[in-house]
Structures are given as structure tokens and as C-alpha cells.
């Protein structure tokens, strides 16, 4: 049974920045592309970054370039998303989530967490 549990959001003023963790359990990790998710209130889960099978690949939504950064390490079967310069419009519950194979589909993932709470105040 695959697990993803995040850690790591919390609340900030604007302007600051945040580690997010995910940790993974179940099937073998580094099979499979791995990605970030958010959900604002009153919005549609969207899609923040992803990262490939091995790491040599990310991506990221136009809104979080050059602010977010997506990792992963193998070992430790846990993938990261620092977030810095974080604005009030990160606000929202951000979930960690597994592909269906090594390298990012849109929208196909399989498996994904509980989520953890961002909040940026002005």
C-alpha cells in the first residue's frame, strides 16, 4: 500500500519561505515521477511542480518559477518543495502525489497525500 505523507507547511508573512516534505511508503520510489499539487478554498486542485524519476527533470506552474524549487532523494524516499518568496496567492493546502510511471503526465497521478496547510499573510 502506497502512503504520502507532507510535513512542513505552516504560516508566514509574505516575503518568506517554506520547506515542504513528503515521504513515501510502498512500491518502489524511485519508479516513479513525483509532484506537487495545491488546492486554494474555493478552487480547483492545480497542478505546482513535478520531478522526474531520477530527478533530471522538474517542472512548475508559470506562477512559482524562479521561486519554488522541487527535489527529491532517492534514498530516503522523499521528495521537497522550498518555496521562497511566498505570496499571499500561495495560500493553500498543498499535496504531495505520485505518477503512474518515471516521467510527468498531466493529471496522471495515482496516489497522493493528505495534504499540508501553506498560509502567506500579508
Known amino acids: 500500500q502506497v502512503q504520502l505523507v507532507e510535513s512542513g507547511g505552516g504560516a508566514v508573512q509574505a516575503g518568506g519561505s517554506l520547506r515542504l516534505s513528503c515521504a513515501a511508503s510502498g512500491g518502489t520510489f524511485s519508479n516513479y515521477a513525483m509532484g506537487w499539487l495545491r488546492q486554494a478554498p474555493g478552487k480547483e486542485r492545480e497542478f505546482v511542480a513535478s520531478?522526474?524519476?531520477?530527478?533530471?527533470?522538474?517542472r512548475y506552474t508559470d506562477s512559482v518559477k524562479g521561486r519554488f524549487t522541487i527535489s527529491r532523494d532517492n534514498a530516503k524516499n522523499t521528495v521537497y518543495l522550498q518555496m521562497n518568496s511566498l505570496k499571499p496567492e500561495d495560500t493553500a493546502v498543498y499535496v504531495c502525489?505520485?505518477?503512474?510511471?518515471?516521467?510527468?503526465?498531466?493529471?496522471?497521478?495515482?496516489?497522493w497525500g493528505q495534504g499540508t496547510q501553506v498560509t502567506v499573510s500579508s
Open positions: 502525489a505520485r505518477y503512474r510511471g518515471p516521467y510527468y503526465e498531466v493529471g496522471r497521478y495515482n496516489y
Open positions: 520531478i522526474n524519476w531520477n530527478g533530471s527533470n522538474t
